[in-house]
Every structure is written in C-alpha cells, then in structure tokens.
C-alpha cells in the first residue's frame, strides 16, 4: 500500500509536467504569420470598457490609426459612472451604453456588442481590452484570414514593462510570455486548436452570433473556448498580429492572477478529463491535446504540486523504491530544459538574469493565491486597477 500511495502522488504531477513541457518544446520555434487573401472584409473592433476615462479617448485613437475608413469602432460603456463613453465617443468611436449591476463583466458587454451590431452586422469581430495596444500586425488581414477559416483567430497576447520594473512582475509576465505564446504555438502544432485570451481575438460574425456571451464568469474566454472546442470549431493561432497591454502594479498583480488563475482551475477540474476521454472516443487530435493542456495548472502551481510530491517520493527512495522519485526528478529535469530554452529563444529581453534568479521567490509569493482557492475562490469577473489609478 505505501508503494502504490507514493507512485499515486508522483503520477499525475510527472505527467502535469511532461504535458507542459511537451507544448513549450513544440513552440520554441516561431510560426510563419498567416495573411488572408482576397477582397477586404467589413470588420468591427469592439473594445468593453468599464470606468476607463483615463485611457480609452488614447485606446480609441490608437485603434483609429489601425483600421480603415469602412471600419466600425465600437466601445462598449459597461456599467460605467465615470466620463468612459462620453470620452470614447469625442475620440471617435461609436458608443452603446449598458446599466445592470446585477448582470456585470465582460461576457455581458460583448452581449451588449452583438446586439449593438445586428443591425449591420459586420464580417469579423476582434474584441480588444480597452487596456490594450495592437503593437504589430495588420488588423484587415488578420479579419480576412479569420472570415476566410471560417472559425476564429487568437493573436498573440504579451504583458509589457519597463526593464527596470520589480523582477517579481518580470518573471510574472516571462510566466505570461510561456502561456501566450510559447505554450500557444505549441499547442497548436500538436492539435491544432488552442484556448482564448480575452483580447486579441477575431471572430467570423456567424461565429460570434452563436457564443454564449451573457455571462459573469471570471474567464469567459476560456469557457467560450471550450464550448467552441466541444461543438467542433477550433479556435487558431496566429503571431501576424501582437496585442500587448501593460503588466499590472506589484500590489495589484496578485489579484490579478487571481481571477485568471482559480477560473481556469475551475474548468479545468471541470472539463479536462472528459475533454480527454472525448477526444480518443472521437479519434480528435484537437481535444486530446486541449483536455491534456487543461490538466496542466498554472505553472507555479505546477511546481509546487511537483515539489510536495516529492517528499514522499524521496523519502520512499531511501527505502529501496526510487522509481516515483527518478520519475518525478525527471519530469522537473524536463520542464526547467524546457523553460531555459524558452528563456534563451524567447524571453532574455523581457526577463533579463537579475529577474530570473527571483523565479523562485514568484512561486512562493503565489501561495496564498492558492491557499485562498481552498477557502475562497475567486468566481467573477474583477477589473484591474489601471497604472495611476486611485483605489
């Protein structure tokens, strides 16, 4: 009974972590940008705001010098009492405004964006977080490529900071880099689909009239996601186009992380089993490789998981079984090659070597993130404080 208790705890941590490192090696390399072909599309941008009056009039122009002249720009004032939808709309966008605080979050205002757009209803849809900045790319091919898939695009989505900012958010967006890109592209080149980001995505319109948008969960993106997956739409990946947004304050960050964090861990014990299980009955490389990607936490988490695992499985080794502990150290041996290849292809100018020796201490900074999922788990849509912004 020991025997099988120690190999029970090394188990699912060693595979969690060749999982992992099997997507980030298959998205070390980058993928060439794919650019759709033929006429032009009709494309709205649809940017959900909720009390941004200190930056969507600069979001809003940022946006205007990226879209063409038979583009519609759409802001969307969800529950706002400040200036957000008056200073939107003298920025240049057109504005629909929504009153319902028990109906609150992003899922209700891209709601609110859809039927604000029926009338007319574009081509392509790209929602864009009002904090956000479209730093490369295209955004007309972006929405020829997606009309012309069919299903909807995901561009790549990075956080952005000043060198010189703490190494704790450094090595919080090095982290973000690994999810948004790395783990991206590697998801995608296995089975050819991936998750949503909430901003930076394009959806075909006959698409974005079927999802399920009314709806207050702390990571709709990713439910939506999984709902597509499930229905049999794959949602793509493409690097032609990069949305950054700025990484939050340090005393900020942690709520953050948060919100994204225990929504995804609530799917995840959801879904990705039976995601798993309904990939190999279909024979679909899509969902076993999502229901695989959805049994990874987040990867502090994935670390400690492996860390506490390890205990019993040392302390076994000294009694003559040393198979979970060399399963487990290898598994660990696999993901830290595979972060320092990251690392080294991907991330030396966002995490210079001063931050990277404070990966440690991240880990263990985010404990009390998952301390509190035990007690108190985080089940709604929170907005960030913005930089400069009063509590």
């Keep these: 009974m020991g025997s099988f208790f120690v ?15 099997a997507e980030v090696f298959a998205g070390l390399r980058p993928r060439r940008p794919t650019l759709g072909q033929g006429p032009d599309v009709q494309l709205a941008v649809v940017i959900p ?3 941004e009056a200190l930056l969507i009039a600069d979001t809003v122009k940022a946006v205007r010098k990226q879209i063409g002249s038979t583009t519609r720009l759409v802001v969307i004032a969800d529950n706002c009492s400040d200036a957000t939808a008056e200073l939107a709309r003298t920025a240049g966008a057109a504005v629909a405004e929504r009153k319902d605080q028990l109906r609150r979050g992003k899922g209700f205002a891209l709601a609110c964006a859809r039927d604000f757009l029926s009338a007319q209803p574009p081509d392509a849809v790209f929602v864009l977080d009002a904090d956000c900045r479209i730093a490369q790319g295209n955004l007309q091919q972006s929405a020829n490529y997606a009309v012309a898939l069919h299903e909807p695009v995901q561009y790549a989505n990075l956080l952005s ?11 919080s967006n090095f982290a973000m880099l690994i999810k948004n890109l790395v783990r991206a592209r590697g998801l995608y080149r296995l089975g050819g689909g991936v998750t949503l980001f909430g901003t930076g995505m394009m959806f075909p319109w006959r698409v974005f009239l079927q999802l399920d948008l009314a709806t207050s969960e702390a990571v709709e993106d990713l439910g939506m996601a ?8 794959k949602v793509h990946f493409d690097e032609h186009l990069l949305v950054t947004s700025p990484a939050a304050q340090l005393s900020d960050s942690l709520g953050q992380r948060r919100r994204w964090e225990h929504g995804f861990l609530a799917h995840s014990i959801r879904t990705a ?19 695989a990607h959805m049994l990874v936490p987040p990867l502090s988490l ?11 499985a040392v302390a076994a080794a000294f009694y003559g079984n040393p198979g979970p ?33 404070r990966a440690p201490v991240y880990v263990l900074w985010k404990i009390p993130l998952y ?15 913005r930089a400069n912004e009063k509590n």
């Design 7 to 21: 190999w029970f705890c090394a188990i699912p941590p060693a595979l969690t972590l060749f999982c992992f490192s």
């Design 302 to 312: 994935l670390f400690l998981i492996g860390a506490v695992a390890l205990i019993p």
């Design 161 to 171: 900071a000043p060198t010189d900012a703490p190494s704790l958010v450094l090595v």
């Design 49 to 51: 705001a909720h009390n």
């Design 226 to 233: 999984l709902s597509l997956a499930l229905a049999g739409t």
């Design 273 to 291: 089993l039976p995601l798993l299980l309904l990939g190999i009955v279909r024979r679909s490389r899509h969902l076993v490789a999502l229901g």
């Design 325 to 357: 502990a060399a399963v487990l150290l290898t598994a660990f041996a696999f993901a830290i090659a595979a972060i320092g290849a990251a690392w080294t292809m991907q991330g030396r100018a966002a995490l210079p070597w001063r931050a990277l020796l």
């Design 371 to 385: 301390l509190r999922l035990l007690s108190a788990r985080e089940r709604q849509w929170t907005r960030t404080r």
